[in-house]
């Protein structure tokens, strides 16, 4: 996978993204996690520890993309405990180049539900994020993490819930990750008020 690009420009592109989430309320605190490749052998991700709010580009940690901290240019941060989940989206998938995780609460309610998202009753919403699979629960930060989604990693994937932790969504640049997370959000909340109304109705397959 051939990539040219600024390194810098993707530095602050992540911090707008970050504050982005948290103005959204879809992290709290230190919630949430961002990365993106960098070149085929190098991942730019968000720290622990860091409202993603307010991060500074010279905060975000270079990892190789076997997890290892490369280089000095973090001041001392460390990368996120959600890498491994990050690096296992990279493997199975080369054409993508960006993950953005976050605890957005509409998303974050079905998963915790483990209340698989409907189907055929906002056609938008499917053709821009396809079959959206809800995992098995996995212990946030641990090697399960990435067990639980690998088998969901398809070509057609773009999103997924993990069960009782929430929403990742992944795509070829930082702004398509960006914006499946607002369209699963959005289809979320769109949903739980639907159902406050009444059932929700499929439209027609065609």
């Given at each position: ?148 989604i690998t ?20 795509g070829a ?34």
């Amino acid at each position: 996978m051939a990539r040219n690009v600024d390194e810098n420009l993707l530095r602050q592109q992540m911090c707008e993204i970050g504050r982005r989430m948290w103005q959204r309320g879809w992290i709290a605190a230190n919630d949430g996690n961002i990365s993106v490749r960098v070149d085929h052998r190098r991942v730019l991700v968000t720290p622990t520890g860091i409202s993603k709010g307010f991060m500074e580009p010279r905060m975000l940690c270079l990892t190789d993309m076997h997890g290892k901290h490369i280089g000095d240019d973090s001041g001392g941060f460390t990368p996120t405990s959600e890498l491994k989940m990050h690096l296992a989206i990279y493997a199975a998938r080369p054409d993508v180049n960006a993950v953005v995780h976050t605890h957005a609460p509409h998303a974050v309610a079905f998963s915790i539900a483990r209340m698989p998202l409907p189907k055929r009753i906002y056609p938008e919403v499917e053709v821009l994020l396809g079959d959206v699979p809800l995992t098995d629960y996995a212990t946030s930060g641990t090697d399960e993490v990435p067990d639980s989604i690998t088998p969901h990693l398809t070509e057609a994937t773009r999103a997924i819930l993990m069960a009782n932790h929430g929403p990742v969504t992944f795509g070829a640049t930082l702004e398509s990750a960006y914006q499946r997370m607002e369209v699963l959000e959005a289809y979320c909340r769109i949903v739980t008020l639907a159902r406050q109304i009444g059932e929700p109705v499929q439209v027609p397959e065609t």
